[in-house]
């Protein structure tokens, strides 16, 4: 419970210093806002929603995603928010040509990340990225090259490592506090969470997550051609045979499987 407590307030302290950063390239007026233009909808993506409603002078502004059921959901809670409806896109290259977008914030599948971060900064949008910033080193450099020349503010969701409690926590493991470390493991937690809330699947459940074993199958949701553009959300990633239904809802995973 602590660590999810403090987890939730390193992200909101993170997001409104990526909202005062991404507004480090513009002039502020006493009446002026940040547009916001979401790209992605997923998991990730409603949490950047639910954030970014929250902070002064950020307005979201326009909403992307190749899913039209996620725009729909997105747009009915923008409308609650009180500051209009959001222009609305399918494509994100439709996106960066509104020119009343200021800064885009990106929640797409991984494959994505560096390709979406160098056409924003091309288009003159500032940009909050989440990890992992690339696919390989070569795209991260192609990302700072384009940032550097296109004079974009940058910001890769990786601030777990600056969150002041973790890095004490690091610096008390090198200091021995629990004597040598010879090991360390990792796991995966978001099928385990999406198991116990009840998602259907079609998945036997028997695939691994590295060493980590499925505990459920893989959710299910509503994907059929009229509301997910499945070659958008592939781009230049590897294409497999589709499976209707077989798509994760989340900003990670939607359109590998």
Same mark, same amino acid.
């Given at each position: ?23 480090? !390239? ?26 970014? +409603? ?9 909403? /992307? #995603? ?8 997105a747009? &009915? ?12 896109? #399918? ?8 020119? !009343?977008? #200021? ?12 390709? !979406?971060?160098?056409?924003?900064? *091309?288009a003159?949008? #500032?940009?909050? /990225? ?6 390989? &080193?070569? *795209?991260s ?8 020349? !296109?004079?974009?503010? &940058? ?15 690091? =610096? ?6 629990? +004597? ?9 937690? =978001? ?5 116990r =809330? ?6 036997? +459940?028997?695939? =691994?997550?590295?060493?980590? @074993?499925? @505990?459920? @199958?893989? @959710? ?17 990633g ?11 809802d ?8």
């Amino acid at each position: 419970m602590l660590a999810d407590i403090m987890s939730h307030l390193s992200r909101r302290h993170f997001f409104q210093g990526a909202a005062m950063a991404l507004s480090a !390239t513009r002039v502020m007026g006493a009446n002026d806002q940040i547009n916001v233009g979401l790209i992605g909808i997923g998991g990730r993506g409603n949490n950047h929603l639910d954030t970014y +409603g929250k902070i002064t002078g950020a307005r979201l502004a326009a909403i /992307c #995603d190749v899913n039209q059921a996620a725009r729909e959901k997105a747009q &009915v809670k923008i409308e609650k928010l009180g500051t209009g409806k959001a222009a609305e896109y #399918d494509d994100m290259r439709k996106l960066f040509a509104d020119k !009343t977008v #200021d800064a885009v914030s990106v929640a797409t599948p991984n494959h994505w990340h560096a390709l !979406t971060t160098i056409w924003a900064c *091309e288009a003159g949008k #500032d940009v909050y /990225c989440e990890k992992p910033a690339s696919h390989n &080193v070569y *795209e991260s450099f192609r990302m700072v090259e384009v940032a550097r020349r !296109t004079n974009r503010m &940058v910001q890769i969701g990786s601030q777990s490592r600056s969150t002041p409690f973790k890095m004490k926590a690091m =610096q008390l493991l090198k200091d021995g506090v629990i +004597g040598e470390l010879y090991m360390a493991k990792g796991a995966v937690l =978001q099928a385990a969470q999406e198991h116990r =809330q009840g998602s259907g699947g079609t998945g036997a +459940g028997g695939d =691994q997550l590295g060493s980590v @074993p499925r @505990p459920g @199958p893989v @959710p299910r949701i509503h994907a059929e051609p009229f509301c997910l553009q499945l070659a958008l959300v592939l781009g230049y990633g590897q294409r497999r045979h589709r499976q209707p239904g077989r798509a994760r809802d989340g900003h990670r995973a939607l359109g590998h499987g």
